[in-house]
């Protein structure tokens, strides 16, 4: 055996990378980290649920090899002391589908996820979705993240084309470029995704021109959408789902906001009929999360659809995440428990999660229009969730239309980053389109995504100050 030479030798590992890792394409998104750096930045730029909004502040764990339990601090608990008394224990009655329990959930479980929360799982999809017709299945996945990859290595192979909005989630529009997906944009109106635009992009298909056949799937955030926080209502739904039925396209119903859509009245407003409630076919794929409701951390999502298509997809996380997190499964199954299951989830903390972010939204829209000069931004429709789409009024900016639209926006980006004030532009959501807009028309798809489910209220409150300023001092107003 020869000895080891012990000086260091220079390795060279981008020999060893897979083209998927060289191609890897990361969310625009990422951009906006150094400017959270800088002191004194106020952020609307990230969009991720409040703190004070996840429903477990600490926990205790009997530890006996230790010989003793250990407190876990949460947001706004840092003792022991701090926790509520622990209620007395009832094993559940027959029937009752939640029954979380460490002997079990601690085991490597079925790659679907384990039978009481899968229970649970189904008897919500039905008491809120219903969906009309009967081979459906549920598939637990690590969140919404997790179930769109998964549906794409299901589904598409390098070269594939996939509908997306036209201004899409970056999470998905990275990922699907890595994995050689080539995305087109379907336009979007204050109803969100147009029918007659997707169907004439179908409609107009030229493979060879293309290089390949029509898009399989459409991948649609429904509800507050990310970025564009519209609500598509039932009745557009009904008209995207009978284009995607004539041209056979699968529908990809990707809906962390679903239970944060604005509701005046609580548990009594009903929620938008999701694509799931309407899916006669079996063509929609539903992925659904905790992150937004429980929490992100929680790392626990669940799919819904036909049994044929999600026994694929649980193949792709056989081999990959082999089953749902234990631990996960068992805190959160506790909390529903605890919240007094379906009754509980739906007619109580439901409607409360929903009215902090909508409280906080209609807040935010009101401070726009409190400090931003009307002639420099659109506001739109709110529906809720943690975004606001703010269109910059470019055709009204003083270097338009001398400037490209793109360029004026950069400045004001940077204007605005000048104020110490921080939101995610339009470019980093854009998807490839079919159309070739004029400069007109361009000067008109320039937004900026601000997020308000963050801030303190007094930063609110300044952010748009410092917008107004940027704004004002950009188109001379
Ligand atoms: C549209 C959309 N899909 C998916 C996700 C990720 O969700 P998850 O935490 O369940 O992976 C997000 C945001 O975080 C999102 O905005």
């Keep these: 055996m020869p000895s080891i030479n012990p000086a260091p030798v220079q390795i060279d590992f981008s020999k060893y990378f897979s083209q998927e890792t060289t191609g890897r ?78 002997a079990g959930e601690l085991q490597y479980s079925a790659t679907y996820g384990t039978p009481h929360l899968l229970g649970w799982i189904k008897e919500h999809i039905e008491r809120v979705h219903a969906p009309p017709y009967s081979d459906w299945v549920n598939l637990c ?46 336009p979007l109106d204050a109803e969100g995704l147009n029918p007659d635009a997707l169907d004439d992009i179908l409609a107009n298909w030229d493979e060879q021109e293309k290089g390949g056949p029509r898009p399989k799937a459409l991948v649609v955030v429904p509800t507050c959408s990310n970025p564009a926080g519209v609500t598509i209502p039932v009745q557009r739904k009904r008209e995207i789902y009978s284009v995607c039925r004539k041209w056979e396209v699968l529908i990809v119903e990707d809906d962390p906001y679903c239970f944060l859509q604005i509701r005046p009245n609580g548990a009594d407003s009903p929620i938008v009929p999701t694509f799931l409630s309407l899916d006669t076919d079996g063509r929609v794929i539903r992925i659904d999360s905790f992150s937004k409701i429980v929490a992100p951390g929680s790392r626990l999502g669940w799919i819904t659809g036909h049994k044929t298509i999600v026994e694929k997809i649980m193949n792709t ?30 007619k109580k903390y439901i409607p409360h999660i929903s009215d902090i972010y ?32 703010v269109r910059l009024k470019i055709e009204n900016h003083p270097s338009f239309p001398a400037e490209d639209p793109e360029e004026i926006s950069k400045r004001v980006f940077q204007s605005m980053i000048g104020e110490k004030i921080l ?43 410092r917008m107004g300023r940027a704004l004002a001092r950009e188109w001379k107003c």
């Design 25 to 102: 394409k990361r969310s625009q998104l990422k951009e906006l980290r150094p400017y959270f750096e800088i002191p004194g930045m106020i952020s609307f730029g990230v969009g991720i649920p409040h703190p004070s909004t996840w429903p477990v502040n600490g926990m205790t764990l009997s530890v006996p090899f230790a010989g003793k339990s250990v407190f876990v601090p949460g947001h706004g608990s840092r003792s022991p002391n701090d926790m509520l008394p622990l209620a007395p224990y009832s094993d559940p009655v027959k029937g009752d589908h939640l029954f979380p329990d460490l």
């Design 141 to 186: 996945t690590a969140g919404n993240t997790d179930g769109t990859d998964a549906v794409m290595r299901a589904c598409f192979d390098r070269g594939d084309y996939m509908l997306v909005e036209e201004f899409a989630y970056p999470g998905l529009l990275s990922p699907a470029a890595t994995f050689g997906i080539k995305c087109i944009g379907v």
């Design 317 to 346: 996380r056989e081999s990959a995440t082999q089953c749902p997190s234990g631990f996960s499964i068992a805190a959160v199954t506790a909390v529903l428990r605890a919240w007094g299951s379906h009754e509980g989830f739906e």
């Design 358 to 389: 909508s409280k906080r939204c209609l807040q935010m829209l009101d401070l726009l229009k409190q400090h931003v000069p009307a002639q420099t931004i659109e506001l739109p429709q709110p529906s809720g969730g943690m975004f606001l789409w």
């Design 423 to 465: 939101m995610a532009p339009s470019e980093f959501f854009k998807a490839p389109s079919v159309n070739t807009w004029s400069t007109e028309e361009e000067a008109r798809r320039i937004y900026v995504r601000i997020s308000f489910s963050l801030p303190p209220a007094d930063e609110m409150e300044e952010g748009c100050r």
